[in-house]
Every structure is written in C-alpha cells, then in structure tokens.
C-alpha cells in the first residue's frame, strides 16, 4: 500500500521557519518524482515544488522561489520542505505528492498523496 505522510507543520511567525517532512512507503521511492502542492481555504490546490527522482533536479513556483528548498533522501525514503522566510500567503494544507511517470498539466500529474499537514503563518 503507497502512503504517503506528512509532518512538521505548525503555526509561525511572519519570517520563521519551518521545515516538512514525508516519510514515504509501499513503493520504490527512489524510482518517482515528488512534489509538495499547498491548499489554502478557499482556494484549488497550488504546485509548490518538485525534485526528480534521483534529487538532482529541482523546481519552485515563483510565490515560494528563493524562500523554500525542496529535497529528498532516498536512503531514508524521505522528502522535505525547508520553508524560510514565511509569509502569511503562505499559510495552508501542505500535501506530499507522488508524480506520475509521464503527465502533461498539473490536473492529472499526481497519483497518490498525503493527508497533509496544516502550515499557519501569523503574527
């Protein structure tokens, strides 16, 4: 069975920090590309980053560029969001995601994700 969950949310200040993590099993998670997607109330799902299988690869949307830092540890089949520089924007559902092998729109490229783990940021 894929699963998938997350952990490391919480509630922050405007300008802390937070890093996530997704502790992943039931699949070969060195083999997948990951992503971590966000959900604010109110608001449909949002992309916020990606990292290729093997890590060396990685992607941000340009609300979070140069604030997170995508990464993964595939010996502890592990994936992790640094989060610095917070912003109230920022608060949401923070999801782990697994991508699928091919996709072509953010619509169909996840096939399994987390429960997610809530991101508040507020002074």
């Known amino acids: 069975e894929v699963q998938l969950v997350e952990s490391g949310g919480g509630l922050v200040q405007p300008g802390g920090s937070l890093r996530l993590s997704c502790a992943a099993s039931?699949?070969?998670?060195?083999?997948?590309?990951m992503s971590w997607v966000r959900q604010a109330p109110g608001k449909g799902p949002e992309w916020v980053s990606g990292?290729?299988?093997?890590?060396?690869?990685?992607d941000y949307a340009d609300s979070v560029k140069g604030r997170f830092a995508i990464s993964r540890d595939n010996t502890k089949n592990t994936l992790y969001l640094q989060m610095n520089s917070l912003k109230p924007e920022d608060t949401a559902r923070y999801y782990c995601?697994?991508?699928?092998?091919?996709?072509?729109?953010?619509?169909?490229?996840?096939?399994?994700w987390g429960r997610g783990t809530q991101v508040t940021v507020s002074s």
């Open positions: 990292i290729n299988a093997g890590g060396g690869s990685t």
């Open positions: 995601a697994r991508d699928r092998a091919k996709w072509y729109s953010n619509s169909d490229r996840y096939d399994y």
């Open positions: 039931g699949f070969t998670f060195s083999s997948y590309d």
